[in-house]
């Protein structure tokens, strides 16, 4: 049986949670990005939506992934548990949609097009794991109101999230059970309390990109109380030359990217690969003309830039590539070309669940 636990809030500054990268939203927004999908007949259709809220009104773009076309749109309300907008798109066709809050996370309901049968059309949240991954300052509150302080670390590899909490008095203790559906993260923890041990099981609700809000409370006695967390920024990474790249911008940075180059001969698409190491930027671009490899790619804070050798008919061009990360996640900037011939350049990630 346990003694008494006359002082165990210590080890409640293990308790810790997480958040993403990325829309920033509360209970009541819907400001940020989702993924609005759309039934027609046997086939889902999924597009890119992106929100921006004004009191009970809204604006956007309706983005369609494949070729980046974005159809942007004002008018749209919400008011008692509906969203409703309307979308112009360039055939001239109207959409416009009426869709219930189901959650935080999710709205359905219907798409009407001019002259057609209603098709069923849900939006969510465009969250990732990713959202959890990271570092956290945790506040965990006992039954008398005292605060403990802690730091929460949260990975993921191939699938499986893991953990760690630490705080001063009692070291790093592995996490257990760690699990996050979009919504809620749920993990269990033991610790030392005075010689005996004690299982606690938190869950907390993502309340916005770098806060999460929950109660913690011990498997096998009635003790329970309050905590949050919030996602710490991460440290600045310094060359000797006084330049910086913050980590979380070298990892939104990296991987690939879908890009399209307005030149004098109309669009152009391109595939970029990116891997940071510092502030060397390396890679390869894929064309219609092959493959090349990027050179004398650096990155200073959000800006990037890169070469690489194109092919045409009449042989080799170096092309230069300078873009900044946008807070959207888009990859924004130009092209040139010796003798002053460029145009503008714009990436994006796809976005994942």
């Known amino acids: 049986m346990l003694q008494p636990i006359r002082s165990p809030w ?7 949670c997480l958040s993403h990268p990325c829309s920033a939203f509360t209970d009541d927004s819907i400001s940020g990005r989702w993924k609005f999908s759309i039934q027609i007949e046997e086939q889902i259709k999924e597009y890119d939506l992106v929100l921006e809220q004004d009191g009970n009104k809204f604006s956007g773009e309706l983005i369609t992934p494949r070729g980046g076309r974005k159809d942007a749109f004002e008018g749209g309300s919400i008011e008692g548990g509906w969203l409703k907008f309307e979308v112009k798109l360039e055939a001239g066709e109207a959409c416009a949609c009426e869709l219930e809050k189901k959650s935080a996370w ?8 001019s002259g057609r049968s209603p098709f069923p059309a849900v939006i969510t949240r465009a969250i990732s794991r990713d959202a959890v991954v990271g570092r956290w300052s945790v506040v965990s509150i006992n039954t008398d109101g005292k605060e403990f302080p802690s730091t929460l670390e949260l990975a993921e590899k191939s699938g499986v999230l893991t953990g760690t909490s630490t705080s001063r008095e009692l070291g790093t203790i592995v996490l257990e059970k760690v699990s996050f559906d979009g919504e809620k993260l749920e993990f269990e923890l033991t610790l030392p309390i005075e010689g005996n041990k004690v299982s606690f099981r938190i869950v907390a609700e993502l309340r916005k990109p ?12 009635d003790f329970s109380g309050d905590w949050t967390a919030t996602r710490e920024v991460s440290p600045v990474a310094a060359s000797p030359a006084g330049k910086t790249v913050q980590p979380l911008v070298a990892k939104a940075l990296s991987g690939k990217w879908h890009a399209i180059a307005e030149t004098p001969g109309g669009k152009k698409a391109i595939v970029i690969e990116l891997a940071l ?7 390869k671009t894929h064309t219609s003309r092959g493959a090349a490899e990027l050179k ?3 990155v200073a804070g959000k800006k990037v830039e890169f070469s690489f050798l194109y092919k045409m008919d009449e042989g080799e061009v170096e092309v230069k590539v300078e873009a900044e990360l946008q807070e959207d996640g888009v990859l924004k900037g130009s092209w040139s070309i010796p003798g002053g011939a460029g145009g503008s350049f714009l990436g994006m990630k796809p976005v994942l669940l």
């Open 10 to 16: 210590i080890l409640l500054s293990f308790l810790a």
């Open 106 to 113: 999710t709205f359905e309901g219907k798409l009407l097009v």
């Open 210 to 221: 770098d806060k999460l809000e929950g109660r913690w409370k011990t498997r096998d006695a």
């Open 277 to 283: 190491d510092g502030e060397k930027v390396s890679g």
């Open 296 to 298: 004398g790619g650096k």
